[in-house]
């Protein structure tokens, strides 16, 4: 256990972005990170919007302070979202910034946390490998996404989902479409399949077919088409083939015609989300229908979806999502901070009491984006 001068420590703030409710670190991960050696300050009110109370994160080992404060003393900052470089100006030299940072969208803000000297690691660019698993915060919240998406829609959409069978009538299931079948498409297939309608998805990936039919929805899928040009490092969709794009959108017309609730998933890392529905293709589906895109923040997958705004498009309700899993803000906070917890105890020295982040580790490699004063992440070098 390392003495309180060479202690480890490590801030927790309070997320300033927008309608961002979460926070990085639990009570539970703080008791953690106490049992490692290090010592958590959080900054005043940090879990508030998340239902973790001051008094909590003080019982299990924290210091309740102000940002300014936590900042200045920090070894390492944890956070859901980037701070702004220009409160790094008051941080120790070389200190370690992990959070969710938009490397691709927000690159300047990359190059200034270079500016500062930071260590920054970029958690969503966590591998997709088995050693991994517990530390993508992609997957832990997509998870999240997938299902709040279906009770958005169900919020929406002025029918039942389920099959009734009355003394007035039957009242038919809701046909819901999962478009994008990764971590937030499974979990929005098994969550509208609890809901009762009567579910179909399709996705690039072949390979995805067995995966949603394992879930009881029926696998919509291009036949005899070459289809995606690579799945991509780490199991993420590229880019399709023209060839393909064609037979898609000729399958989807057909079918998303019959629909009643239709959510989009489909991403691209560092590119825009690629354009699933055209508004042709929004025509042709039934008045008051519902759309919920996922993928709104990075463009959209549906022709007028807008980030954050609900719109009305042909009778067709267009949700254009925006930063979902903070509505569930208690449990997502909840896994992410578990996230970040399992990446760093990995990397854990008990000696020193403190991580240690070999150079030639994957891991470290693909989320390092910033060292020594320069951007260092090969994907935001070329």
């Not at 009110?45 to 302070?65: K, L, P, V």
């Not at 009355?166 to 809701?174: H, K, L, P, Y």
């Not at 994008?180 to 009762?196: E, F, K, M, P």
């Amino acid at each position: 256990m390392a003495d309180q001068t060479t202690q480890q420590i490590i801030a927790v703030l309070a997320e300033t972005a927008e309608h961002e409710n979460r926070v990085a670190a639990t009570p539970e991960t703080v008791k953690k990170f106490t049992g490692l050696g290090a010592h958590c300050l959080v900054e005043k009110g940090a879990g508030d919007s998340a239902a973790f109370g001051d008094d909590d994160y003080a019982e299990a080992g924290a210091t309740i302070t102000d940002r300014k404060d936590a900042i200045a003393k920090a070894d390492i900052i944890i956070g859901i979202q980037g701070i702004d470089p220009k409160e790094l100006k008051g941080a120790k030299q070389g200190v370690t910034l992990a959070a969710a940072l938009d490397p691709f969208g927000k690159r300047e803000r990359i190059d200034a946390y270079a500016e500062t000297g930071a260590h920054s690691l970029a958690l969503e660019f966590m591998p997709r490998i088995t050693r991994a698993q517990s530390m993508d915060i992609l997957s832990s919240q997509s998870n999240l996404a997938g299902y709040r998406a279906v009770l958005l829609a169900s919020t929406h959409y002025g029918r039942a989902f389920p099959m009734m069978m009355t003394a007035a009538g039957t009242v038919s299931a809701a046909k819901c479409f999962v478009m994008g079948v990764g971590v937030a498409g499974l979990q929005a297939i098994a969550t509208a399949r609890r809901l009762g309608a009567q579910v179909s998805a399709t996705d690039v990936r072949s390979a995805t077919k067995e995966q949603i039919e394992s879930l009881g929805a029926k696998a919509i899928f291009v036949e005899d088409v070459e289809g995606i040009e690579g799945e991509g490092a780490g199991g993420y969709a590229t880019e399709m083939s023209d060839e393909y794009k064609k037979a898609q959108a000729e399958l989807v017309s057909s079918h998303i015609a019959k629909q009643d609730i239709v959510i989009t998933t489909a991403l691209i890392p560092g590119r825009p989300a690629p354009k699933l529905i055209s508004d042709e293709q929004l025509a042709t589906m039934r008045p008051g229908s519902v759309i919920v895109d996922l993928a709104a923040e990075q463009g959209g997958n549906v022709d007028g979806a807008v980030a954050g705004e609900t719109v009305v498009k042909h009778g067709v309700t267009i949700i254009g999502a925006r930063n979902i899993t903070s509505a569930l803000a208690s449990d997502a906070s909840a896994l992410f901070a578990r996230n970040i917890f399992n990446f760093f105890s990995a990397f854990w020295d008990k000696e020193d009491a403190k991580p240690i982040f070999p150079d030639d580790d994957e891991i470290v490699q693909g989320i390092r984006v910033t060292h020594d004063g320069k951007v260092v992440h090969e994907r935001l070098l070329g």
